[in-house]
């Protein structure tokens, strides 16, 4: 569109002397009004109905979805409570930073449940029928896409033998649209603030459960294009904040739960983070993420020292590092997302992962059965 005012220019420039006044006259105004249009374009970007009928025409929305996101937009400036406010805020200031675009199916996930859902309690979740896409209640924000629930869910779903093939790839499919792709992988945003960040940070415990749960979407349908899709979920694993979510440490890497907070490392999200990278490996026989899966196991049994609680033993701290001083021991929900981690590792890679989750796991039943967005309810971002 920029070139049309330059040609219709040169156009009259060119245009012989003899040329009618009234033929160089409309000329030049055609080349103003392209003039005009052009510079109209950024500003109709930055808006929320701009922005959602540019993700209908690059073929991410369909026209009804924006319709829909268009509705539930409408009705939240409706409701009372500062919840809905802030949703709204978040929606205008992703489409005023020319982000909604990207994100208009997490956004139209979030907005339609909360039109529907309203003030139910804070930490409801809601999914449809067969679905692997979870909207969570978070508080203080509204109603948002949650990607490690999600993950979660389509993890169950793979395992599941009960779920045909077409459900869980029509699942697949219904979750992987709303990534956002890129250069360094596909993002599954979260978009309400945490911890500092504002919407669209990502996290490492999602991205890798979610491409272990893409693995074994892969090995049902016996489709290799899922392992792609899978590693591309990976991809941020392999980079640093703020494009990734893992920080180099002595002796490996940690995948962080909140890259924004590189010295908080999360005793659960770094094992469970592993987990879904060595499942990813083994499925994909993907010789980059089996180094790096074992670069993060170097480093986390290098510090799990630091996740033993002082205070009681057999039990673990919630975090370690120097933005989780004082934190104080995980929760009973989370200490038992831990020993099943290590159980698993334990079957998995054996050896030292075996006495550290019979180390912690004293006080927890043998037969507890924990995954990520799954079992005991979970708290914060998770």
């Known amino acids: 569109m920029a070139a049309l005012p330059s040609l219709m220019w040169t156009m009259v420039t060119r245009s012989q002397p003899a040329a009618p006044r009234s033929l160089r006259a409309a000329i030049v105004l055609v080349a103003v009004l392209a003039a005009a249009l052009g510079a109209a374009v950024p500003a109709r970007a930055g808006t929320i109905s701009g922005q959602l009928q540019a993700a209908v025409d690059g073929g991410t929305m ?82 948002w896409f949650h990607p490690l629930a999600s993950a979660g869910q389509l993890n169950a779903l793979a395992q599941d033998r009960k779920t045909s093939v077409a459900t869980l790839t029509e699942a ?66 392999h980079w640093a904040p703020p494009s990734g979510t893992s920080v180099p440490g002595a002796g490996g890497v940690d995948p962080l739960l909140y890259p924004q907070k590189r010295q908080y490392l999360v005793a659960n999200a770094e094992i469970w983070s592993l987990i879904g990278m060595d499942e990813l490996a083994r499925i994909s026989q993907d010789a980059r993420t089996g180094r790096l899966a074992d670069r993060i196991a170097s480093r986390v049994l290098r ?10 033993a057999g039990w673990t701290l919630y975090a370690q590092g120097a933005q989780a001083a004082g934190e104080g021991a995980a929760s009973t929900s989370y200490h038992q997302l831990t020993v099943q981690g290590l159980r698993r590792l334990c079957r998995s890679r054996e050896g030292a992962w075996c006495t550290w989750a019979e180390r912690f796991g004293r006080d927890v039943p043998a037969s507890i059965s924990v995954a990520p967005g799954r079992g005991p309810a979970l708290s914060g971002a998770q």
Request: aromatic content about 6%.
């Open 62 to 143: 369909t026209a009804q979805e924006r319709s829909e996101t268009l509705a539930a937009y409408r009705a939240l400036g409706k409701m009372p409570g500062s919840d809905w406010q802030v949703m709204r805020a978040t929606v205008r200031r992703l489409a005023s930073r020319d982000r909604l675009q990207a994100l208009a199916l997490s956004v139209h996930s979030s907005l339609t449940v909360a039109a529907r859902r309203g003030d139910a309690p804070v930490g409801t979740r809601d999914r449809a029928r067969g679905s692997a896409i979870v909207v969570q209640r978070m508080a203080g924000s509204g109603w």
């Open 172 to 237: 697949a499919a219904q979750l992987t649209r709303l990534g956002v792709p890129g250069s360094r992988g596909t993002r599954f945003e979260y978009l309400f603030a945490w911890y500092g960040a504002g919407p669209g940070w990502i996290s490492s415990m999602p991205q890798a459960t979610l491409a272990s749960a893409l693995a074994r979407v892969s090995e049902r349908a016996k489709d290799p294009a899922w392992v792609d899709r899978a590693l591309s979920a990976a991809e941020p694993l």
């Open 303 to 312: 510090i799990m020292p630091g996740w033993a609680d002082p205070d009681r």
